[in-house]
């Protein structure tokens, strides 16, 4: 690493991550998007008007919508510590709807599967979460499935591997041809 590339990786590390892991270890290739791509992520984990239950109900549909193993892996674990019941999990990686969930569990998942499927979510969608969450969580959460369908791409594209010993809970896009 270079001294930028040090500097952002010694900036990450010392921050809540606490390690550099997926998609930042593609991007410190170039430090200022890495600087910049990490600033995000930060303020739309950690920063948003979002519980940590329904951010990683977004990301995780996000990842599955996006056929990410290793976004899937990694936000499973972080779900599974949100209190995200198993049954919740294994639907939204089943890509089916989730029995049981709460009500501001349900439109969030709507919302994510919606703009996740559709590019955009309906009048209707729209309208629930809005009046439910407000206008600054709508925005939140809204760049928060943009961003981690970047993550995802990212991923994806560079192989970032899971780790040592972890089966992927589906195969990656670029594999599916091969089955």
């Given at each position: 690493?270079?001294?930028?590339?040090?500097?952002?990786?010694?900036?990450i590390?010392?921050?809540?991550?606490?390690?550099?892991?997926?998609?930042?270890?593609?991007?410190?290739?170039?430090?200022?998007?890495a600087?910049?791509?990490?600033?995000?992520?930060?303020?739309l984990?950690?920063?948003?008007?979002?519980?940590?239950?329904?951010?990683?109900?977004?990301?995780?549909?996000?990842?599955?919508?996006?056929?990410?193993?290793?976004?899937?892996?990694?936000?499973?674990?972080?779900?599974?510590?949100?209190?995200?019941?198993?049954?919740?999990?294994?639907?939204?990686?089943?890509?089916?709807?989730?029995?049981?969930?709460?009500?501001?569990?349900?439109?969030?998942?709507?919302?994510?599967?919606?703009?996740?499927?559709?590019?955009?979510?309906?009048?209707?969608?729209?309208?629930a979460?809005?009046?439910?969450?407000?206008?600054?969580?709508?925005?939140?959460l809204?760049?928060?499935?943009?961003?981690?369908?970047?993550?995802?791409?990212?991923?994806?594209?560079?192989?970032?591997?899971?780790?040592?010993?972890?089966?992927?809970?589906?195969?990656?896009?670029?594999?599916?041809?091969?089955?």
């Amino acid at each position: 690493m270079d001294a930028a590339q040090r500097a952002v990786y010694d900036k990450i590390v010392s921050g809540p991550r606490g390690k550099i892991q997926g998609p930042l270890r593609a991007v410190l290739h170039n430090a200022e998007l890495a600087d910049r791509w990490q600033a995000f992520g930060a303020l739309l984990r950690y920063g948003t008007s979002l519980p940590p239950r329904l951010s990683e109900i977004a990301i995780l549909v996000t990842g599955r919508a996006c056929r990410s193993p290793f976004e899937w892996y990694a936000h499973r674990i972080e779900g599974e510590r949100a209190g995200i019941e198993p049954p919740i999990i294994d639907a939204l990686l089943a890509q089916t709807e989730p029995p049981g969930m709460s009500q501001d569990d349900a439109l969030v998942w709507r919302y994510a599967v919606e703009l996740n499927r559709d590019k955009s979510v309906s009048n209707a969608t729209y309208a629930a979460v809005l009046q439910r969450f407000g206008e600054r969580t709508v925005v939140e959460l809204t760049a928060l499935i943009g961003y981690y369908t970047m993550v995802a791409m990212t991923l994806n594209c560079h192989e970032i591997p899971l780790p040592e010993g972890v089966q992927p809970a589906f195969p990656l896009p670029q594999h599916e041809a091969l089955r």
